[in-house]
């Protein structure tokens, strides 16, 4: 069974991976074009191009995806099955091209989470639970029949990065066991359930990254958690933007204003939320590295 797979990031890799070392036949992979990127605007490749290259996969890098020349180099290959891990939207003239469809992998449960950033938003709303679920593509976003899906639970100072690292890896393996249920024909594909209560996981824009003081402790936590490593909740200290990566909570009723902040000029810089008050342990001052707090505080004066 011939298959051509799309994906971009690290993310996608680890499911590339996973197939070629089970021996499916990956003919082609279809990536983002390289694009530059750093100080000297150097033109970068993207990690499945990368993999691709060294492992000698043929690489398609469309600017546009309904353009004739690439829908006529992607028929070339003759693909039965297409898999798409952390990629873009496909027009269905590519995704309705393999005789056996076009599969995707999703980083949550479906119909939970449909949409472009389900790992951040997961964590963000404080879940204790998510997993992954491949399906076949549609022509909505995210609805179409499952195939398989895999849980994983969700610890309380887990970030959206631990999270992504966890379903990297759990996702590979359902894609893999995914293929070859496809391959052998030993499948059965699941309507998503309807529901008045689903969560959406939209994209994540700089604003949705600005910190709140005025929410509830627990609320700005998990924004916190939910958007480390990338792409970072904010905040601002004398005029500066202060990015954090890693807080903790302290219960403790604060008896300054929100949004102001208590420290020792040593071990701690703590903000007043609604109800209690956020410890910053892993920072990014404006225009310095990403340190600890202390290290921080040691170069600081508050």
Same mark, same amino acid.
């Given at each position: 069974?011939?298959?051509?797979?799309?994906?971009?990031?690290?993310?996608?890799?680890?499911?590339?991976?996973?197939?070629?070392?089970?021996?499916?036949?990956?003919?082609?992979?279809?990536?983002?074009?390289?694009?530059?990127?750093?100080?000297?605007?150097?033109?970068?490749?993207?990690?499945?191009?990368?993999?691709?290259?060294?492992?000698?996969?043929?690489?398609?890098?469309?600017?546009?995806?309904?353009?004739?020349?690439?829908?006529?180099?992607?028929?070339?290959?003759?693909?039965?099955?297409?898999?798409?891990?952390?990629?873009?939207?496909?027009?269905e003239?590519?995704?309705?091209?393999?005789?056996?469809?076009?599969?995707?992998?999703?980083g949550?449960?479906?119909?939970?989470?449909?949409?472009?950033?389900?790992?951040?938003?997961?964590?963000?709303?404080?879940?204790?639970?998510?997993?992954?679920?491949?399906?076949?593509?549609?022509?909505?976003?995210?609805?179409?029949?499952?195939?398989?899906?895999?849980?994983?639970?969700?610890?309380?100072?887990?970030?959206?990065?631990? #999270?992504? !690292? =966890?379903?990297?890896? $759990?996702?590979?393996?359902?894609?893999?066991? *995914?293929?070859?249920? &496809?391959?052998? /024909?030993?499948?059965?594909?699941?309507?998503?359930?309807?529901?008045?209560?689903?969560?959406?996981?939209?994209?994540?824009?700089?604003?949705?990254?600005?910190?709140?003081?005025?929410?509830?402790?627990?609320?700005?936590?998990?924004?916190?958690?939910?958007?480390?490593?990338?792409p970072?909740?904010?905040?601002? #200290?004398? !005029? =500066?933007?202060?990015? $954090?990566?890693?807080?903790e909570?302290?219960? *403790?009723?604060?008896? &300054?204003?929100? /949004?102001?902040?208590?420290?020792?000029?040593?071990?701690?810089?703590?903000?007043?939320?609604?109800?209690?008050?956020?410890?910053?342990?892993d920072?990014?001052?404006?225009?310095?590295?990403?340190?600890?707090?202390?290290?921080?505080?040691?170069?600081?004066?508050l």
């Amino acid at each position: 069974m011939k298959i051509v797979f799309m994906g971009t990031p690290d993310f996608a890799v680890a499911s590339l991976d996973a197939l070629v070392k089970a021996n499916f036949e990956v003919v082609a992979v279809v990536t983002a074009p390289d694009k530059p990127a750093g100080r000297g605007q150097k033109l970068q490749e993207s990690a499945v191009k990368k993999y691709a290259v060294e492992h000698n996969i043929p690489v398609l890098q469309p600017e546009k995806l309904k353009n004739p020349a690439f829908l006529a180099e992607l028929k070339t290959y003759q693909a039965d099955l297409q898999v798409v891990v952390a990629f873009r939207m496909l027009p269905e003239v590519v995704w309705a091209m393999p005789e056996k469809g076009t599969i995707n992998l999703h980083g949550s449960l479906l119909p939970q989470y449909r949409g472009a950033a389900p790992i951040n938003h997961a964590i963000i709303n404080g879940e204790k639970e998510s997993g992954a679920t491949t399906f076949f593509l549609t022509h909505t976003i995210d609805t179409g029949d499952i195939i398989l899906s895999d849980s994983v639970a969700i610890d309380d100072d887990e970030s959206a990065g631990d #999270l992504h !690292d =966890k379903l990297m890896d $759990v996702g590979a393996k359902l894609l893999v066991k *995914t293929v070859a249920k &496809i391959a052998s /024909g030993d499948y059965k594909e699941q309507p998503q359930t309807k529901s008045d209560h689903l969560q959406h996981a939209p994209k994540i824009f700089k604003e949705d990254c600005k910190i709140n003081w005025n929410h509830p402790v627990k609320k700005v936590y998990n924004q916190i958690r939910g958007l480390s490593p990338y792409p970072t909740a904010f905040t601002f #200290l004398n !005029d =500066k933007t202060l990015k $954090v990566f890693k807080s903790e909570i302290e219960n *403790t009723k604060p008896e &300054i204003k929100t /949004g102001e902040f208590l420290t020792d000029g040593k071990t701690f810089l703590k903000f007043a939320t609604a109800d209690g008050f956020i410890k910053l342990l892993d920072i990014q001052f404006e225009g310095k590295k990403r340190m600890l707090i202390e290290d921080f505080l040691r170069g600081m004066r508050l």
